[in-house]
């Protein structure tokens, strides 16, 4: 039967009827094959696609790293090592490129998720003439599967509400089970299946990496044992090694003392195991330490023994992720499914991120929310939450010094966001496929990019490119199969030229050449004084110094040639600007609309209501409370007796919002990204029977972080109050939710830790929130413009 379809056009059309009808059974002559469902093409494989995130080319112990990972060590024993495979350098644009095999921007996420811009190439918005390959491989008889990180669906499309289009059962994923944002807590995810947040799982030794494995595990077992031919596709996208960087000390304490080094000599050490394994050339050069960074010798035995803990971690949460990894791989080696199984192993969706700062930072919404702390306030925010034994647990939402990053960067320079460099753009990818890879532990030193991984699996299913899925005539995938490199090692690269481009830092690769623009900013530093020099009118990108690298003659991007080849760097720049055209990287910066005044549209709800069996709102998508006045009221019915527990709550302790009820008083707490509390309490306790609640903020002025004062209410009298200092600008959570009648996940206030999720004992009716409460029209477009430059910032290091 597979030899006679048309697997061009989706969904495939039902084959023509070839038996015989007559009026009655007699003389009829069936045809089995019209009743069956569509096969995959016989002989095509399995395919497990794994991605981990934020992880670096100097981290994994196969590529020479630290990071013990025997899980991909296997891999590349009986498989290959690709060492010049490059994604976009940011999580959701590699994320669209993996999916897609198209360029980021052509595809609408030259951004990450959470913010959707104006322009083609900044929408967030997978469009339909460019479906992800998974729905051919669908639509081709595989069952199909995606577990962890997605981070494709908008920000503002991911409530009960839909639209559902492009979460992933709608884009060829037969069962999700994950979280649909840019990471995820380890401790306590909000977990969506399917179409629905199912919520924080309660026992009390969820770890999210261990869940993942479960359910992937499960669900080959459940395909396996109503198909014994089924072929299968499961994308298995890790929470590890993106912040925060959680994990169980029988992880991270396998790891002390291995680094009290430090970074310098890390990266010295890692460059010398990468030239004994081969995966870098013997005469690669290490790249100096950029002048933004300190040197680990001019630290003090205190900050010393901080930064190595934060590696510690790190290193056991990767290593766990590994682990787990290995799990799944091993049921498919139970199942007798290896030896037919195409198994890619991405470490990492960019390079290792620099987005903790140079300190490094107890609670990564610190940084996202621009919350400035020297390093002794970091120290000082760190014993507060239990101290460095802590760093790691569900206390903290940590992430490594900007410092560690370049180290787990080895031999490159800089890192996550910094497309223009190898550090971010440059991961270590293993290929295995028993019954086709014949040279296992070879290495392939092709030109190989994030948009060419679903060419290369559907030419392994043999599986064409469709012309059209659901009527819908497709743009032809940009990427290049790799399949070609896996007979012949010596094979002439296909994928002979890709531009780069991540929040204007840009290269234009072509035969071998780099061409490199970085823009002068940190990674790291997003405040106005910076972004200042970027504004419409000032920055003009053909000033940007420019740097060119011979890739063939310098693995490392060690030694800028651009002086000596003037005309090869006015080809590339010329070439860039076509490819950018031609693929909507266009307006530069596009993804930073909101920092130069080009804010959406007002909104024009301002009151929101949540009934009592609400919960798990996505922190997108709660009431727009940041920066201004608000209030939020319930009704509430007390029985005889009283009713404690909670009304509302957003978030956790380490930033975030809680109106509740302890010990019959009406209880207000706000936490400013855990490095201040504040708190307000009734001086009474709450009547029985019928009862509205209210606290009312009334800023100090509409602006990002702003003071003020709380009242509490209880049918509309005054029973207290108090002030908060300071309010969080721009984001409580990236991925803790808002709930009615309880708080699931990590408490806000940790006095009612010991009895979460502090289910209200009576009935919470409905919440309401009042967002314009007696603002101007002026001070809304106002706030409006502060809000989204706070919101764009939160963004972009999501």
Not at 6 to 21: H, K, M
Not at 457 to 468: D, G, K
Not at 570 to 599: I, S
Request: glycine letters at 10%; hydrophobic letters at 35%; aromatic letters at 12%.
């Amino acid at each position: 039967m597979s030899e006679q379809i048309d697997r061009t056009v989706l969904p495939i059309r039902r084959p023509p009827f070839q038996g015989v009808v007559n009026r009655t059974l007699g003389g009829s002559e069936p045809d089995w094959n019209f009743v069956a469902p569509i096969p995959a093409p016989e002989g095509a494989p399995n395919v497990l696609l794994v991605m981990t995130d934020d992880a670096g080319f100097g981290n994994p112990s196969t590529f020479g790293g630290p990071i013990s990972t025997p899980v991909l060590d296997r891999l590349a024993a009986g498989g290959l090592r690709y060492n010049r495979f490059h994604t976009t350098a940011l999580c959701s644009p590699t994320r669209a490129a993996l999916m897609t095999g198209r360029n980021h921007h052509a595809v609408g996420f030259g951004m990450v998720g959470e913010f959707a811009g104006p322009f083609p190439g900044y929408s967030a918005m997978l469009p339909k003439d460019c479906e992800p390959f998974a729905k051919t491989l669908q639509g081709n008889g595989y069952a199909t599967a995606c577990f962890g990180k997605w981070h494709l669906t908008p920000d503002h499309m991911q409530g009960a509400a839909g639209p559902f289009d492009r979460w992933p059962n709608a884009v060829g994923f037969d069962y999700f089970w994950g979280f649909l944002g840019g990471e995820s807590g380890q401790f306590d995810p909000v977990i969506i299946e399917n179409n629905k947040a199912i919520g924080t799982p309660e026992q009390d030794d969820f770890y999210l990496p261990d869940a993942m494995a479960d359910q992937a595990i499960e669900w080959l077992h459940g395909v396996r044992a109503h198909g014994s031919d089924k072929r299968w596709f499961a994308y298995y996208s890790t929470s590890a090694s993106h912040a925060p960087h959680h994990v169980t000390r029988e992880w991270s304490d396998k790891y002390k003392g291995a680094f009290d080094q430090g970074w310098d000599r890390l990266r010295e050490e890692t460059c010398k195991r990468q030239k004994r394994l081969g995966v870098i050339p013997a005469d690669a050069e290490l790249t100096p330490r950029p002048d933004a960074m300190p040197a680990w010798d001019s630290l003090d035995e205190n900050h010393k023994r901080l930064y190595a803990r934060q590696m510690e971690v790190y290193a056991g949460y990767s290593e766990n992720a590994d682990w787990n990894i290995g799990r799944v791989i091993d049921a498919v080696e139970e199942m007798g499914d290896l030896d037919n199984t195409l198994i890619i192993y991405i470490w990492g969706d960019n390079g290792a991120s620099m987005e903790g700062t140079l300190s490094g930072t107890f609670n990564e919404l610190t940084t996202m929310n621009g919350v400035p702390l020297t390093d002794e306030q970091q120290v000082q925010l760190v014993l507060k939450w239990g101290g460095l034994e802590a760093w790691g647990s569900e206390l903290m939402a940590p992430h490594y010094s900007a410092a560690w990053a370049w180290a787990s960067n080895t031999p490159f320079q800089w890192g996550k966001q910094v497309a223009s460099h190898l550090g971010g753009t440059r991961d270590p990818m293993v290929v295995h496929w028993p019954q086709r890879i014949k040279d296992g532990g070879g290495l392939r030193s092709q030109f190989t990019h994030i948009n060419d991984v679903g060419p290369t699996i559907l030419e392994a299913a043999t599986v064409p490119q469709p012309t059209r899925i659901d009527g819908v005539d497709q743009q032809p995938m940009h990427g290049t199969s790799f399949l070609y490199s896996v007979d012949d090692p010596g094979a002439a690269e296909q994928h002979t030229q890709q531009y780069f481009e991540v929040l204007g830092n840009r290269a234009m690769y072509q035969d071998g050449w780099w061409l490199s623009w970085m823009m002068p900013r940190i990674p790291w530093k997003l405040d106005p004084e910076t972004l200042k020099q970027f504004a419409p009118g000032v920055w003009d990108p053909e000033n940007d110094p420019v740097e060119l690298y011979y890739l063939p003659d310098d693995f490392t991007q060690a030694r800028n040639v651009a002086d000596q080849h003037p005309g090869k760097v006015k080809e590339l720049q010329e070439l860039f600007w076509q490819e950018a055209e031609k693929y909507h990287v266009l307006p530069l910066l596009g993804g930073l609309t909101t920092f130069f005044g080009m804010t959406p549209p007002l909104p024009t709800q301002t009151r929101f209501t949540y009934y009592g069996d609400v919960q798990n709102i996505a922190p997108g998508m709660i009431p727009p409370i940041y920066n201004h006045s608000y209030t939020i009221s319930a009704e509430l019915e007390i029985p005889t007796g009283g009713a404690d527990g909670v009304i509302v709550a957003e978030a956790d302790h380490l930033g975030g919002f809680s109106l509740f009820v302890q010990d019959g008083k009406l209880k207000h707490t706000y936490s400013f990204v855990g490095v201040q509390e504040f708190r307000q309490e009734s001086e009474t306790r709450l009547p029985t029977g019928s009862v509205n609640v209210r606290m009312e903020f009334a800023a100090d002025a509409p602006k990002p972080a702003t003071g003020g004062e709380v009242t509490l209410f209880v049918n509309d009298e005054p029973v207290g109050g108090g002030r908060i200092e300071h309010t969080v600008p721009a984001r409580f959570s990236a991925y803790a939710g808002l709930d009615i009648g309880r708080d699931n996940g990590m408490p806000v206030d940790r006095s009612y830790a010991d009895k979460s999720p502090f289910v209200f004992a009576g009935t919470v009716k409905r919440v309401v929130f009042d967002v314009n409460p007696q603002a101007s029209e002026e001070q809304e477009r106002e706030l409006h413009e502060h809000v989204h430059k706070a919101l764009a910032a939160h963004a972009i290091n999501a």
